[in-house]
């Protein structure tokens, strides 16, 4: 047993780095690059923004669904020290449990985060198609629906979580982040492609119907089309879209690619572009900066 360990060691540094089948030197170096920025970005506009809407003191329910998405933001910033000192030190040190709870926190702060995007775009398009008169929604509404999204996304993803992420990877007491032989299981695809043809669809459906009502509000109000908050809340939807798009999408659409031909070609490279689309869903965390610096107000 001890000749075991000794013989394991360097492979898990060394060989790990060499292996097609993990995240090679270049492609540890270029995700803590992207995790750092979200870090120092993610937290201060979390804490700036969340300074802001407590001095305001709204209790609007598109604030409060805001809220919402600080607090996952948040939750993404505190695990992101863990990813990072795998990176660095080149060896998982804090259980295989633990791995499997951080790995999959990146993906619990995308979705919860689409959700409540979409949460907030949807209710703005309501009220302007007059289906949600603005005057009956209260705070204690936005607050229902905000513990609803929440229970009902931690059961599927605990069911998820506990049947499934990682249950199919052989546990490693020193590497961390690889579930690429999950793929091999038609339980996990299908999972995979559900959420992508959901998130597709819902992006490019809700994206047309965003363009029109942004162009009718151009015509109706111009000229001074910008001192009216009504296409100014249509332009913070429009900017969420941009977000899920720029952030969201890039993963998405590379994984239906992944999943088709990575058993067929196992190379570090196509490892490297799979991490980076998931690294990149947490630069949304920068989105509060974008609020913060002006770009959307």
């Given at each position: ?92 040190k804090f259980g295989w449990f633990t ?199």
């Amino acid at each position: 047993m001890e000749i075991y360990n000794i013989t394991i060691q360097p492979s898990v540094s060394n060989g790990a780095a060499e292996s097609p089948a993990h995240c090679d030197d270049h492609c540890r170096k270029v995700l803590a690059t992207l995790y750092s920025i979200v870090l120092l970005g993610g937290t201060a506009g979390t804490i700036i923004m969340s300074r802001v809407l407590l001095q305001r003191n709204s209790q609007s329910i598109i604030t409060i669904l805001i809220a919402n998405i600080i607090v996952l933001h948040s939750i993404l910033l505190v695990s992101l020290p863990f990813r990072l000192s795998y990176y660095f030190l080149l060896e998982w040190k804090f259980g295989w449990f633990t791995c499997r709870v951080i790995s999959s926190i990146v993906y619990i702060h995308m979705y919860f985060t689409f959700v409540f995007y979409v949460t907030i775009i949807v209710l703005r398009l309501l009220i302007y198609f007059k289906k949600l008169p603005l005057q009956e929604l209260q705070k204690f509404h936005a607050i229902a629906l905000s513990v609803a999204i929440w229970l009902m996304g931690m059961l599927i993803f605990s069911l998820i979580f506990l049947f499934q992420y990682g249950t199919h990877t052989d546990p490693s007491q020193h590497l961390c982040f690889q579930f690429y032989e999950e793929l091999r299981h038609t339980s996990v695809v299908v999972i995979n492609y559900c959420m992508i043809s959901i998130i597709m669809v819902t992006v490019l459906v809700l994206s047309v119907i965003q363009l029109v009502v942004i162009m009718q509000l151009t015509k109706r109000l111009r000229p001074g089309v910008f001192t009216h908050q009504e296409f100014r809340a249509h332009i913070n939807s429009f900017f969420f879209l941009v977000v899920i798009v720029v952030c969201f999408l890039p993963h998405h659409a590379f994984r239906v690619f992944f999943i088709q031909v990575y058993f067929q070609n196992e190379t570090s490279k196509l490892l490297l572009y799979n991490e980076v689309c998931v690294a990149l869903t947490t630069v949304c965390c920068l989105d509060m900066l974008c609020f913060i610096g002006g770009l959307v107000h």
